[in-house]
T-cell receptor
Framework: DAGVTQSPTHLIKTRGQQVTLRCSPK?????VSWYQQALGQGPQFIFQ???????QRGNFPDRFSGHQFPNYSSELNVNALLLGDSALYLC????????????FGPGTRLTVL | GNSVTQMEGPVTLSEEAFLTINCTYT??????LFWYVQYPGEGLQLLLK?????DKGSNKGFEATYRKETTSFHLEKGSVQVSDSAVYFC?????????????FGQGTTLQVKP
């Protein structure tokens, strides 16, 4: 049983560019959350998708957007990249009968130059 | 909203030493509490959880007890190993229910020396 998978592993972009990160949830999970983890910090919640809709959103600007597909996989898009967007982006999935635990993928390391 | 505070690191211990990493929280109601671990270069793994007051979560020799009187969820291990070297995060859901949005502490780095 595959866990949460993310692609790509690493990504280097320049300021002003756009990026798309991808996530496949753990089998049986239908809810996907995205987190940003800056170096030396705890993860910060970006948003959560359920039934192809954004269900919750953290304190992130509209440059951060997402999508969930019918197979529950998800994308995170970031427009007009800033140097401060450099971070590890983590995807987490959970089942519909959520009991609090979320299962995280290995993350995508984004570097903005 | 809910919040969590962890002791600052790094924590450096010798192998077989006793470990305590402090975590205190502020919350509406009595949400589930979690400890996650992040090994170098990896994502987060759920280490243990407790879903109600006085519950003790345990896994891989680590333990934490949900203490509502002191609003704490301290992580302990009786004898650490070099392989326990990692960053440990205390976390809880935001809001009064299980909303799916987790709030994390800033993380405590543990380094265990042989």
């Amino acid at each position: 049983d595959a866990g949460v998978t993310q692609s790509p592993t690493h990504l280097i972009k320049t300021r002003g560019q756009q990026v798309t990160l991808r996530c496949s949830p753990k089998s049986g999970h239908d809810t996907v959350s995205w987190y940003q983890q800056a170096l030396g910090q705890g993860p910060q919640f970006i948003f959560q998708y359920y039934e192809e809709e954004e269900r919750q959103r953290g304190n992130f600007p509209d440059r951060f957007s997402g999508h969930q597909f019918p197979n529950y996989s998800s994308e995170l898009n970031v427009n007009a990249l800033l140097l401060g967007d450099s971070a590890l982006y983590l995807c987490a999935s959970s089942p519909g009968n959520w009991n609090g635990a979320q299962y995280f993928g290995p993350g995508t390391r984004l570097t903005v130059l | 909203g809910n919040s969590v505070t962890q002791m600052e690191g790094p924590v450096t211990l010798s192998e077989e030493a006793f470990l305590t990493i402090n975590c205190t929280y502020t919350a509406t109601g009595y949400p589930s509490l979690f400890w996650y671990v992040q090994y170098p270069g990896e994502g987060l793994q759920l280490l243990l959880k407790a879903t109600k007051a006085d519950d003790k979560g345990s896994n891989k020799g680590f333990e934490a007890t949900y203490r509502k009187e002191t609003t704490s969820f301290h992580l302990e291990k009786g004898s650490v190993q070099v392989s326990d070297s990692a960053v440990y995060f205390c976390a809880l859901p935001d809001g009064s229910g299980n909303t799916g949005k987790l709030i994390f502490g800033q993380g405590t780095t543990l380094q265990v020396k042989p």
